[in-house]
């Protein structure tokens, strides 16, 4: 069955430091939603793309986070400088078309701990 | 703004018992509304969906219908089990380009 590659599934950084996150959706689905969970909250939004242009960056905080889908395939979220409050599960998810009422699939996620 | 309200947790429960997890929401037009579970260190999965008034989504003995006339969408089995526990989401997308809003989840633990 084909599934969200996320990685790495841990990291650990000081704060000010760069941090990088990757996400690789299941194949052909041109529909890529990376968002945050913050302990004991629900999933937020972040960004969505529709293949390689974002369609949706309302909640991203742009001075220290970056997006990009450059091929509209795998996907890189970056945060830089990282700060303690961003310590959180980050989770990318997909799905094919991104209209109508599709199920976004989801990664494993990526669980950030900034000290 | 579209928003979603779920009953706090944790929701403790024994083998066998019946649950029920509320789930309201709010939001304009028509939305389509699901459940997502996440189990202790893993990203979530859809457990079952609604996507017009009336219907029933259900999965795994997990079942749930969209209610428009109470903005309602809550979460029932009949008979849990321990492999059950984990967090709840009630979820609401749009009909556009279909960004997912979450409630804060509901932690369920079923003991033997």
């Known amino acids: 069955e084909a599934e969200v590659a996320q990685s790495p599934r841990y990291k650990i950084t000081e704060k000010s430091q760069a941090v990088a996150f990757w996400c690789d959706p299941i194949s052909g689905h041109a529909t890529l939603y990376w968002y945050r969970q913050i302990l004991g909250q629900g999933p937020e939004l972040l960004v969505q793309?529709?293949?390689?242009?974002?369609?949706?960056d309302s909640q991203l905080p742009k001075d220290r986070f970056s997006a990009e889908r450059l091929k509209g395939v795998d996907s890189t979220l970056k945060i830089q400088p990282a700060e303690l409050g961003d310590s959180a599960m980050y989770l990318c998810a997909s799905t094919l078309t991104g209209t109508g009422q599709e199920t976004q699939y989801f990664g494993p996620g990526t669980r950030l701990l900034v000290l | 703004g579209n928003s979603v309200t779920q009953m706090e947790g944790p929701v403790t429960l024994s083998e066998e018992a019946f649950l029920t997890i509320n789930c309201t929401y709010t939001a304009t037009g028509y939305p389509s509304l699901f459940w997502y579970v996440q189990y202790p260190g893993e990203g979530l999965q859809l457990l079952l969906k609604?996507?017009?008034?009336?219907d029933k989504g259900s999965n795994k003995g997990f079942e749930a219908t969209y209610r428009k006339e109470t903005t309602s969408f809550h979460l029932e089995k009949g008979s849990v089990q321990v492999s059950d526990s984990a967090v709840y989401f009630c979820?609401?997308?749009?009909?556009?380009?279909?960004?997912?809003?979450f409630g804060t989840g509901t932690r369920l633990l079923v003991s033997p």
């Open positions: 793309f529709q293949d390689e242009s974002v369609v949706d």
């Open positions: 979820a609401l997308s749009d009909r556009g380009f279909q960004k997912l809003v």
């Open positions: 609604a996507t017009k008034a009336d």
